[in-house]
């Protein structure tokens, strides 16, 4: 292939990869909790080949917005705008990172694996697409931005249960204040560029406003079912309620005053809240070890 090791790593989108894999660890850890220690090396396999299907996938989507993100000032110094890596070396690259991620997953979990393989399908060929079609790209981009972490706890116990539908649920919420805030920010962008965001489609905010408000609460609402289902204990509970707390106080400011430094604000709180979570679910895991 050429392009530089540089640009391939960025072709990855290594910001969005690396939490997907804090999202598959924290499912993971979740389902193993004090038993943890004797599963690290499916761990490392499937945490590994989680993170690199995430790069992969995100390769492909570069590949399909190329033309797209040469019309944003956000996007236009990528790779492929920039011709740094030719469209045909992405393709290859996105390909075989995609496969080799799930192939990882599968040395743990086969099922596992098939669910990798639904959340490339859903980011590259459903959410990409979608967003030059309607504003509720982001609500169906949130479906494999939610599966990451349930896959960590499919990949641990190889069965879709309850665990792994609370995990999807908080993860789905999560992604709205997140990716709204975003949408916010950069909503000239989007505009330029084609995109039906709903900062695009509804300029006013008020419909985004309310969804940022009403997904927060369910965030914070959500997060406490491991408690309240007996997955997690007092210190996961306590994080919880924080955590959630953190989120709507940043979602609320944004919304009652909702400048571009607000929004920012929020965004940065929803990027703390997910390894906030993974710390407070080791904390708790670490003690019911000692209590034990």
Not at 96 to 117: P, Q, Y
Not at 162 to 169: D, H, K, P, R, V
Request: glycine letters at 8%.
């Amino acid at each position: 292939m050429n392009g530089s090791l540089q640009s391939y790593y960025r072709l990855s989108k290594p910001g969005i990869a690396r939490m997907v894999m804090i999202t598959a660890a924290l499912g993971y850890i979740m389902a193993t909790q004090r038993h943890f220690a004797g599963y690290w090396q499916n761990f490392l396999l499937a945490v590994a080949g989680i993170g690199m299907a995430a790069a992969g996938s995100a390769a492909l989507n570069n590949l399909l917005e190329r033309r797209i993100d040469a019309r944003m000032q956000r996007t236009c110094h990528r790779e492929l705008p920039m011709g740094r890596i030719a469209p045909v070396q992405a393709l290859g690259y996105g390909l075989m990172m995609s496969m080799f991620g799930t192939a990882l997953v599968a040395l743990v979990s086969v099922r596992a694996a098939g669910l990798v393989l639904l959340t490339n399908f859903l980011y590259v060929l459903v959410y990409t697409p979608m967003k030059r079609v309607s504003w509720l790209n982001t609500t169906i981009g949130a479906i494999p931005g939610a599966l990451p972490m349930s896959i960590g706890w499919v990949a641990a116990n190889d069965t879709v249960d309850l665990g792994a539908w609370i995990l999807f649920i908080i993860m789905f919420a999560w992604q709205h204040p997140h990716f709204y805030a975003i949408a916010w920010l950069y909503r000239e962008d989007y505009k330029r560029g084609g995109l039906r965001m709903l900062s695009v489609t509804h300029p006013d905010g008020a419909l985004l406003f309310i969804q940022v408000i009403l997904y927060s609460l369910m965030l914070a609402a959500v997060s406490l079912m491991p408690f309240f289902t007996g997955l997690a204990h007092g210190i996961y509970l306590v994080g919880a309620i924080l955590l959630g707390a953190y989120m709507l106080v940043y979602s609320f400011r944004f919304v009652s005053k909702p400048t571009d430094h607000n929004a920012r604000r929020l965004l940065y709180s929803s990027l703390i809240y997910l390894p906030g979570l993974l710390v407070v679910v080791i904390a708790d895991v670490l003690g019911r070890m000692a209590m034990s």
